[in-house]
C-alpha cells in the first residue's frame, strides 16, 4: 500500500509539473470549429497544447489569404501545420504523416455534431479513420451517422462471387482514405497501391475507386460509386 502511495504521488507531482510548464495565457473568445480545436481534450491533437493551438490560430493567413500556419509540436521532433480554417471546417496536418480534418455538422436547431476524420499517411496509400463527437467532446456512436466504408463497398455489386472471395481473402485489412468535400464525404480505396502490377490487374475489372457520400443534418448516405 505504501509503495502505491508513493507511485500515485509521483504520478502527480509529474502532472502538476506539466501543469506548470504550459504557459499561462489569455486566450480569445474562439468562436465555431477554432473553439472546438483550443478546447479539444488530447486524445486528437495530443501533442498540441492549448498555447500551440492558439499559436497556429493567431498565425494562421498572415503571410496571405489561408496561408498555412506552423508551430513545432510538444515534442519539438516535427512541426504542425493548420492548413485551412472556416467558421465549421478545419484542416490540420500534425505531422508530415497525419492528417486532422474538423467539421461541423448541424443535427437540427439546437445541436452541433463534430465529425473528425484522422488520416495515416504512408508512402504508398493513406488510410483514414472517422469519429464523432458532441461540442462537449463526447464521442457519438459513429454507426448513428455513418455505416463506416470498407472493402466491400468498392467492389462492383455484380462482380464474379470467386473474384470476389478471393479478393477479400488477400486484403487483411482496409485500406481506405475519406475526405470532407463541401457537404460530401469521398472514400478512395488503395487496392492499386496495395497490390503490385499484375495482382492488382487480376481485380481491376471489379474494383471502384471511390465511394461518395452526401451529408445531411449530420447523416452520411451513400450516394455515388464510380
Not at 471546417?89 to 448541424?106: D, G, N
Not at 499517411?121 to 466504408?149: A, C, G, Q
Amino acid at each position: 500500500m505504501r509503495k502505491l502511495i508513493i507511485l500515485l504521488a509521483a504520478a502527480a507531482a509529474m502532472l502538476q509539473a506539466r501543469a506548470l510548464a504550459e504557459p499561462v495565457i489569455l486566450l480569445p473568445d474562439y468562436r465555431g470549429v477554432a473553439k472546438m480545436f483550443v478546447e479539444e481534450t488530447g486524445d486528437i491533437f495530443n501533442t498540441l497544447s492549448r498555447s500551440a493551438r492558439h499559436e497556429l490560430l493567431s498565425a494562421y493567413g498572415k503571410d496571405g489569404k489561408d496561408s498555412a500556419s506552423v508551430v513545432s509540436n510538444d515534442f519539438g521532433t516535427t512541426e504542425s501545420r493548420l492548413m485551412r480554417v472556416t467558421d465549421d471546417y478545419m484542416l490540420v496536418a500534425t505531422s508530415s504523416s497525419r492528417m486532422v480534418e474538423m467539421k461541423l455538422l448541424p443535427k437540427s436547431k439546437r445541436d452541433t455534431v463534430v465529425v473528425v476524420i484522422e488520416t495515416a499517411r504512408m508512402p504508398h496509400y493513406s488510410d483514414s479513420r472517422i469519429t464523432f463527437y458532441d461540442t462537449k467532446w463526447n464521442k457519438l456512436d459513429t454507426d448513428e451517422f455513418i455505416d463506416v466504408p470498407c472493402i466491400d463497398d468498392f467492389i462492383v455489386p455484380k462482380a464474379p462471387e470467386q473474384l470476389r472471395r478471393e479478393l477479400l481473402s488477400e486484403v487483411a485489412f482496409a485500406m481506405i482514405e475519406m475526405k470532407l468535400d463541401g457537404d460530401e464525404l469521398v472514400a478512395q480505396c488503395n487496392l492499386k497501391n496495395f497490390f503490385l502490377g499484375e495482382n492488382y490487374d487480376r481485380y481491376s475489372s471489379i474494383v471502384l475507386d471511390r465511394v461518395t457520400y452526401s451529408i445531411k443534418k449530420a447523416k452520411f448516405k451513400k450516394i455515388e460509386s464510380r
